[in-house]
């Protein structure tokens, strides 16, 4: 027969559209959308399920040292294995230089990694600790020719953090090459002040972090940041967007024009800052840069999302096992400022946003598409090939269940991490078959693929370069259908 795969009898969703079709895969690329499709090799029934574009994750952390030189939990089998299971089938973790090492051997070893033990396909952004001219003239411009079309800068970190004037020399390089600029937005000094007053005055534990990390200090930052792009006219996306007034700092630069685009985590819907509050130092596991912070920052956030000023959702999975040599890791180290900063989140990004976002009717299912999947594909150079569902692009899907009910624990998850979170929550839908390039990679609740069977994704440049108003053909299309309160029947 003609197709590899047919997927027949499901609900399709995309960021713009629902409706009911059947699926034919050919070569790993989606060849036919439509009803009385030639048979397949292999056919799914996917009566009464969802199918929706696998997710991708533009933000995570795999086997990767951290600004505070702590290593990850995950490595990129866990994480991929673990990704897959909840339903995303594309990651997009760091290449992380600290300031010691050369940008080319970063790329290398990463990618040795990555080919090894991905079992989905992911990409790569760089990490930029040292812009000095070498990184700058010779090796970023190389590696955005080798599909590594957007880096990651830091605000604070005493390890990572640049300065504003290696900021404008960052940006202005990455627009002359067609690379995208993430960014750490917090106030270094801000931070630094007021965790040296709080262990001053013996105010050690967890929750003194989410203090120290004062929002404030986010939105100054994050309001500097957004200047410095805008003095040269070159787009920026601010990572990990927590607290309200950074939400309203963006919002109106976007209303005024400027190119600036916004991403936020699970964590600043699900979590607040009274998590960290447990007994002992069970807080620790709440604790992540920026922190979570309180209802009504949970509350910006959905509006957020809901008007595209927050325009793609992602884990910012950074895995550190809830130990001595992990999550607190200097051995007897018990303050906030040795904790390592990160919580999990791949494997349930998508399962928390479908159950407590779609099924809670707070978002549409079009909504949750654009910022799970089709968001992160333009946003980062991947747009036809990921994060859709149409003739042409790859064959990535997830068939979910929306009547499957679960409740969370840590032992059902597949990462390397040892807690979550998300401990007992129940949650309503699940993705009961992941499709990766037309390879089943999870069915019945197995592991079908080997590992290394990932591929490298060379990226082009982020659609945002390509924009010269600054705001996308799809922000501007969210923007409207939000003012004109059509989210889209979920
Ligand atoms: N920034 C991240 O992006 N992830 C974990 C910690 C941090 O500061
Ligand atoms: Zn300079
Ligand atoms: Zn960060
Ligand atoms: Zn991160």
Not at 16 to 40: N, Q, T, W
Not at 206 to 232: G, M, Q, Y
Not at 451 to 456: D, K, L, N, V
Not at 457 to 483: C, E, F, W
Request: a negative charge; hydrophobic letters at 40%.
């Amino acid at each position: 027969s003609d197709f590899d795969l047919v997927i027949r009898n499901g609900r399709i969703a995309t960021a713009s559209d629902v409706f009911a079709a059947d699926i034919a895969v050919r070569d790993g690329v989606i060849a036919a959308l439509g009803k009385g499709l030639a048979p397949g090799k292999r056919e799914i029934d996917a009566a009464g399920r969802w199918v929706l574009p696998g997710g991708i994750d533009s933000h995570c952390h795999v086997e990767q040292l951290s600004g505070m030189g702590l290593m990850c939990a995950d490595d990129f089998y866990s994480a991929t294995v673990s990704a897959a299971f909840g339903g995303t089938t594309t990651i997009i973790p760091f290449a992380a230089q600290h300031r010691d090492m050369k940008i080319p051997e970063v790329v290398a070893d990463y990618g040795k990694l990555a080919r090894e033990k991905a079992v989905i396909d992911y990409g790569f952004h760089l990490i930029l600790a040292n812009p000095d001219d070498t990184a700058l003239q010779t090796d970023l411009p190389k590696a955005i020719r080798d599909g590594i079309t957007s880096l990651k800068v830091y605000m604070t970190y005493d390890k990572l953090k640049l300065d504003d004037h290696q900021l404008l020399d960052v940006l202005s390089v990455a627009a002359r090459e067609q690379a995208l600029v993430m960014v750490h937005a917090e106030n270094h000094d801000m931070i630094r002040w007021l965790a040296h007053r709080l262990l001053e005055q013996g105010h050690t534990a967890p929750k003194f972090h989410a203090v120290a990390h004062d929002p404030l200090a986010e939105a100054e930052a994050t309001n500097r940041a957004i200047a410095l792009s805008r003095l040269l006219g070159v787009p920026l996306l601010i990572v990990h967007v927590s607290g309200q007034e950074a939400i309203h700092t963006i919002r109106r630069a976007k209303q005024r024009g400027a190119a600036v685009y916004a991403e936020t985590c699970p964590q600043y819907l699900f979590l607040t800052a009274e998590d960290l509050d447990r007994e002992g130092l069970q807080g620790a596991m709440f604790c992540c840069s920026p922190p979570p912070r309180d209802k009504e920052s949970q509350e910006a956030v959905w509006a957020g999302m809901k008007d595209g000023t927050l325009y793609t959702y992602s884990s910012d999975h950074a895995p550190y096992r809830f130990d001595k040599s992990g999550k607190l890791p200097k051995g007897d180290a018990t303050t906030f400022k040795e904790m390592a900063n990160g919580v999990p989140g791949l494997e349930l990004r998508l399962p928390l946003l479908f159950s407590e976002g779609v099924m809670a009717g707070r978002i549409s299912m079009q909504e949750f598409v654009a910022l799970t999947a089709t968001n992160h594909a333009e946003m980062y150079g991947l747009s036809g090939r990921k994060g859709t569902i149409a003739v042409g692009a790859d064959a990535d899907l997830g068939i979910w269940n929306q009547d499957r009910e679960i409740t969370v624990t840590a032992t059902m998850l597949h990462d390397n991490v040892g807690y979550t979170p998300y401990e007992g929550r129940q949650l309503k839908g699940w993705p009961e078959i992941v499709i990766n390039r037309g390879r089943v990679v999870i069915e019945n609740n197995e592991l079908k693929v080997e590992r290394g069977s990932g591929q490298f994704l060379k990226r082009k440049p982020s659609d945002m370069l390509a924009d010269p108003t600054g705001i996308s053909a799809a922000v501007a299309r969210q923007m409207l259908r939000s003012l004109v309160g059509m989210g889209g029947p979920a």
